[in-house]
């Protein structure tokens, strides 16, 4: 399986910004898919997910109402729409995805990884 992620950049406080991931691989229909956060020196943060077949999305408590996680299964890529962002936001976000039953938000149960984009929000 691969996971690749873009679409970080730089925005002020406020903005929205859209992140991607492209996956390949493995098939996808018994997966929750999802997107972390991590902060130099911090445990990667679950930011929300998704299960792959069904849609159903669940999000962390921080961004929960101003980001939207949702999927296009014919491109196999699955989207963070990142709205009203704050300077706190600046981090590096990862995608992941989890062959699992039953979602967990700890970042050591999720079998796959992207390779990290950078958002950075300015105030």
């Known amino acids: 399986v691969q996971l690749q992620a873009y679409g970080g950049g730089l925005v002020q406080a406020g903005g929205s910004l859209r992140l991607s991931c492209v996956a390949s691989?493995?098939?996808?229909?018994?997966?929750?898919m999802g997107w972390f956060r991590q902060s130099p020196g911090e445990e990667r943060e679950f930011v929300a997910a998704?299960?792959?077949?069904?849609?159903?999305?669940y999000y962390g408590g921080s961004v929960k109402g101003r980001f939207t996680i949702s999927r296009d299964n014919a491109k196999n890529t699955v989207y963070l729409q990142m709205t009203n962002l704050a300077p706190e936001d600046t981090v590096v976000y990862y995608c992941?995805?989890?062959?699992?039953?039953?979602?967990?938000?700890?970042?050591?149960?999720?079998?796959?990884w992207g390779q990290g984009t950078q958002v950075t929000v300015s105030s």
């Open positions: 998704i299960r792959w077949s069904g849609g159903n999305t």
């Open positions: 992941a995805a989890d062959y699992a039953f039953r979602l967990t938000m700890s970042p050591k149960a999720w079998n796959y």
């Open positions: 691989g493995r098939s996808f229909s018994n997966t929750y």
